[in-house]
């Protein structure tokens, strides 16, 4: 799998500084901080408070931005990006299908997501509507380190691309469960490239277990991670070795020519 560090080259005279900022300040907006002002915008976006205060009135004049003033909050027109995406990009239209399928012999919540920085994106999902994990939606971004498709896809970064995404990160932890040192983080992912899946029990929410394993496309890259969440206990715990884990290979098999 390719580092989701490395970029494409750009030349300095082709390279739109005012054009990153933006992106930047818009991209400082999480699940965490829903509503920025213009000093907290400069502190997650590095830049000025006078440079993030004129990002975020451009963007809130663009009708990316909503603002009573003083605060600044996503509004629905950012969904036009993400929309554009599902809508048009090759994977979530090949991956859809089968999670359907999947979703619907086995009656549980399934997911697919790729690595974006130090979050998974769910980019295709299909299951029962009750409610399991706390952020698991089409779009969501959740943290690679406490998510079971996360921890598949840091296990197949290449050595030097995950010490560089390692590289002074601060693991948060969610729950008692979540690997929050690099030195277990690593040997969790060890045994993760090992048995070529994780099984990920409660390191993201409490009560919420999780099995993951890799989708490679036909030349062996990790392209993306497939998983079903479910509740935690014994029976379950059994239920996910016995019959999901073997239901989640096949699958995955099944899709490598496609990817």
């Not at 080259?9 to 992106?23: K, L, N, T």
């Not at 899946?197 to 277990?209: M, P």
């Not at 990790?222 to 206990?233: I, K, Q």
Request: net charge positive; charged share 20%.
């Amino acid at each position: 799998m390719k580092s989701p560090i490395a970029t494409p080259p750009i030349a300095r005279p082709d390279f739109i500084e005012g054009m990153a900022r933006g992106m930047a300040v818009l991209e400082s907006f999480s699940t965490e901080r829903q509503r920025l002002n213009a000093t907290l915008a400069a502190q997650r976006a590095g830049i000025t408070r006078a440079a993030a205060r004129r990002h975020l009135l451009t963007l809130a004049h663009l009708g990316y931005l909503e603002t009573d003033g003083s605060h600044f909050w996503l509004s629905p027109k950012v969904l036009r990006l993400s929309g554009s995406y599902l809508a048009s990009a090759r994977l979530p239209r090949v991956l859809q299908p089968t999670l359907n399928r999947l979703s619907m012999e086995l009656g549980e919540s399934f997911s697919a997501t790729v690595l974006d920085g130090d979050e998974v994106v769910i980019v295709a999902r299909a299951g029962p509507t009750r409610v399991l994990a706390y952020g698991v939606h089409l779009g969501a971004r959740l943290p690679a380190h406490a998510t079971s498709t996360g921890l598949v896809l840091l296990a197949a970064l290449p050595k030097e691309a995950l010490a560089a995404w390692l590289d002074g990160r601060r693991l948060a932890r969610l729950t008692p469960n979540t690997p929050t040192l690099p030195q277990a983080l690593r040997k969790t992912l060890a045994r993760v490239r090992a048995d070529d899946f994780c099984e990920a029990d409660q390191t993201h929410e409490l009560g919420v277990h999780a099995l993951a394993v890799p989708l490679r496309n036909f030349k062996g890259d990790t392209v993306a991670a497939l998983n079903v969440v479910v509740g935690s206990s014994q029976a379950v715990a059994q239920r996910l070795r016995q019959e999901l884990l073997p239901a989640l290979h096949d699958a995955a098999q099944e899709l490598r020519p496609l990817l």
